[in-house]
C-alpha cells in the first residue's frame, strides 16, 4: 500500500534572534539587524532549524518539505531531506516581515499537514496574522523574545514531535497564545506584553482524564466525555444540522444526547431532535445542500475507515457539500492505538476527494481532548 507523504511547512526567519549576543534585546526592523551583523553578530537561526529537522531519523521517504528559497528554509531543509519543493521565491536576500507572510501564504496554499516556522515573537505575530489554523503549527525557538505559548521547548524537542506526527503517532491538539512585546520599551526596562492571537499546535501526547489505573481509559468514561464535547458543539450551532454517522460510538454519543439512532445508518439531528432517520444518499444530500452541516463520524475499530465501510450513504457528493473542515471524527484514543500508527482509510469510490480529505485530521477523543492523525488514501500496489 502507498501512502501519501507527509507534507511539513517550513519559513525560517534567518535573522531572527541576531540581536541577542551583541545585547540589542531583539532583531525586529532592518536597522537593528545591521548593527547587530556589523557588531560581529552570526545568524543562528539556519543551525538551529537543522538541529530539529536532524532529529528526524525515521521515515524520511515518507516526508516532504514546502518551503521558501535560499534561508528562507530551502537551504537547511536541503542539507536533511531530499524531497523538497520551493514555493516562495524572496525578492532581496534581506529578507522582511512581508516575505515570511507571503511565504507563509504560498505554503498554506500548497497544503501541508504541519507548518513549523523558526523564529520568536515577532515572527509568531507574523504566521498567526495569515494562518488561519487549516493545520497545527509549531515554533522552533531561535529568537530573543519567547513569550508566545507556540514554540516547542528547544529546537531538539521541536523536531522530536514532527517526528511523532511523521510516524503516525498521537499528539494532543491545543490552542497557543501569540505574545509579542514592545522592543523599544524592552530595551528601556519595561516589559510591555500583547496577545495578538491563538494557533492551533501540537503536543506530546498525554492521558489527562478519563482513565483508570494503569493509564487505560476508561471506555464508559470516555464515551461520556464525546457525548459531552458533541452536545457542546450542539448548543453552540443550534442551527446546524448534524449528521450522525452508523457505528457504536456515535450511537452511543445520540443515546446520551437523547436523540434515538440508526446503529447502522445514518440519521440528521438538529437542536437535539431527530429530523430525519436511516437516510438515503440523494435525501441525505437534499438536506445538506439547504442548511450548514456538521458531521459525526467515527471509524471502523482495527481497519481504521472512516468512509466507504457502512456508510455509503455519505456519497462524494454529500461529503463535498458538508466539507472537510465541518467533519468531526470521534473516537478513543486506545481505538486510534490500536491501528499500530497505520492511518486512517478514506474510500469514498472518488480518488479526487479521498485526496483532498487525506493529511492530518483532527480527532475528537474526549471533552475539550483532540488529537492530530493522520487521514490517508488506500491506493493499491
Not at 516526508?63 to 531543509?77: C, E, M, R, Y
Not at 520568536?120 to 488561519?132: K, L, P
Not at 498521537?170 to 516589559?191: C, H, N, P, T, W
Not at 486510534?336 to 492511518?343: D, I, K, V
Amino acid at each position: 500500500m502507498l501512502q501519501r507523504k507527509f507534507r511539513l511547512g517550513l519559513i525560517v526567519n534567518p535573522f531572527s534572534g541576531i540581536g541577542g549576543a551583541v545585547a540589542l534585546k531583539g532583531s525586529d526592523g532592518r536597522e537593528v539587524r545591521e548593527q547587530a551583523l556589523a557588531a560581529g553578530a552570526q545568524p543562528l537561526a539556519g543551525s538551529k532549524t537543522h538541529t530539529s529537522l536532524a532529529q528526524i531519523t525515521q521515515n524520511l521517504d515518507a516526508l516532504s518539505i514546502i518551503t521558501a528559497s535560499g534561508d528562507l528554509g530551502q537551504n537547511v531543509a536541503q542539507k536533511c531531506v531530499q524531497d523538497v519543493q520551493v514555493v516562495y521565491q524572496a525578492e532581496h536576500p534581506q529578507t522582511e516581515a512581508e516575505d515570511t507572510i507571503q511565504a507563509v501564504q504560498s505554503i498554506m496554499a500548497a497544503g501541508v499537514d504541519l507548518l513549523v516556522f523558526a523564529g520568536g515573537d515577532g515572527t509568531a505575530r507574523n504566521v498567526c496574522s495569515v494562518f488561519d489554523n487549516r493545520c497545527p503549527v509549531l515554533g522552533i525557538p531561535t529568537g530573543c523574545k519567547i513569550h508566545s505559548g507556540v514554540f516547542a521547548i528547544s529546537a531538539k524537542a521541536a523536531g522530536q514531535v514532527i517526528q511523532l506526527m511523521l510516524n503516525g503517532e498521537l499528539v494532543s491538539a491545543m490552542y497557543g497564545e501569540v505574545k509579542d512585546i514592545d522592543e523599544q520599551q524592552f530595551r528601556e526596562g519595561r516589559v510591555v506584553a500583547k496577545l495578538y492571537g491563538e494557533m492551533m499546535i501540537p503536543e506530546a501526547l498525554q492521558y489527562v482524564q478519563a482513565v483508570k489505573m494503569g493509564g487505560k481509559e476508561s471506555d464508559e468514561l470516555v464515551l461520556a466525555d464525546l457525548a459531552a464535547e458533541v452536545e457542546e458543539m450542539m448548543q453552540d450551532y443550534p442551527e446546524h444540522l448534524f449528521v450522525m454517522g452508523s457505528g457504536s460510538t456515535v450511537d452511543f454519543v445520540a443515546n446520551e444526547l437523547g436523540c434515538a439512532n440508526t446503529l447502522l445508518g445514518v440519521d440528521v439531528v438538529k437542536d437535539f431532535v431527530n429530523i430525519a432517520r436511516d437516510v438515503t444518499a440523494s435525501e441525505l444530500l437534499e438536506l445538506v445542500k439547504e442548511t450548514p452541516t456538521k458531521l459525526i463520524i467515527t471509524l471502523i475499530g482495527g481497519q481504521g475507515h472512516v468512509f466507504g465501510r457502512g456508510n455509503q450513504q455519505l456519497s462524494p457528493e454529500v461529503i463535498r457539500t458538508i466539507g472537510r473542515e465541518n467533519i468531526i471524527i470521534i473516537a478513543t484514543k486506545q481505538k486510534l492505538h490500536a491501528l499500530n500508527q497505520r492511518p486512517l482509510v478514506c474510500d469514498t469510490s472518488d480518488p479526487t476527494l479521498d485526496e483532498a480529505l487525506s493529511g492530518v485530521i483532527e480527532i475528537t477523543t474526549g471533552y475539550r481532548d483532540k488529537v492530530f492523525y493522520r487521514l490517508g488514501v488506500d491506493y493499491a500496489c
